[in-house]
């Protein structure tokens, strides 16, 4: 079975503080995604990152940065110098085999000024 | 590219009609779809894979006969939802799946029956 857990219900950081969002997982498969998506209020999704299980570099873009950790199973989202902008909810989710995502809680997130 | 759209995008009903949803991908074809449903500050939730061609397969708990999913084309599944009632008020987030590991997520459709 497959499962995501986010344990931060809800974050509240001041504008320009860095945050981490975490997400832990559990699967049995040896070839799994993992993604990161963020939700406005509108509650479009909007994709952030993919990552295979066999790529555990950790990737950067702008004030985003990603840590996957397989001994951990672990694929954390890190956003510097938050904004207030980046208030929303953010999902961790998992899939194998090309089978529909299996999301987390989500984490909210609210930057305050 | 890989765009999917759904229609409508919010939908008002009254209780004991039925409501259709299309989710449609504009620029790619998807043999499969998936629809997920999403409460008030809650997680999306699977509620069928949509095959086209073929019949839905429905996850645990969700009644089929109340959510008609159908899959005419490679470009478009559809979610109707029956006899609405107040309950089934809902976000309703389709996907497409142009290729295994890929998923493109449609905008949503904000389901309210009163």
């Known amino acids: 079975a497959q499962k995501v857990t986010q344990a931060q219900t809800e974050i509240s950081v001041v504008e320009k503080e860095d945050v981490t969002l975490d997400c832990v997982y559990e699967t049995r498969d040896t070839t799994y995604y993992l993604f990161w998506y963020k939700q406005p209020p509108s509650g479009e999704l909007v994709f952030l990152i993919r990552r295979n299980s066999f790529d555990e570099q950790n990737e950067i873009s702008g004030r985003y940065s990603w840590n996957f950790q397989k001994s951990t199973s672990s694929f954390n989202f890190t956003i510097t110098a938050s904004q207030v902008v980046d208030s929303a909810v953010y999902f961790c989710a998992l899939t194998f085999s090309g089978y529909a995502l299996n999301f987390g809680k989500g984490t909210s997130l609210l930057v305050t000024p | 590219g890989a765009v999917v759209s759904q229609h409508p995008s919010w939908v008002i009903c009254k209780s004991g009609t039925s409501v259709k949803i299309e989710c449609r991908s504009l620029?790619?074809?998807?043999?499969?779809m998936f629809w997920y449903r999403q409460f008030p500050k809650q997680s999306l939730m699977l509620m069928a894979t949509?095959?086209?061609?073929?019949?839905?397969?429905?996850e645990q708990g969700v009644e089929k006969d109340k959510f008609l999913i159908n899959h005419a084309s490679l470009t478009l599944s559809t979610l109707t939802v029956t006899s609405a009632h107040p309950e089934d008020s809902s976000f309703y987030i389709c996907?497409?799946?142009?290729?295994?590991?890929?998923?493109?997520f449609g905008p949503g459709t904000r389901l309210t029956v009163t």
């Open positions: 620029d790619f074809q998807a043999t499969t």
């Open positions: 996907s497409a799946r142009p290729a295994p590991y890929e998923q493109y």
């Open positions: 949509s095959n086209e061609g073929s019949k839905a397969t429905y």
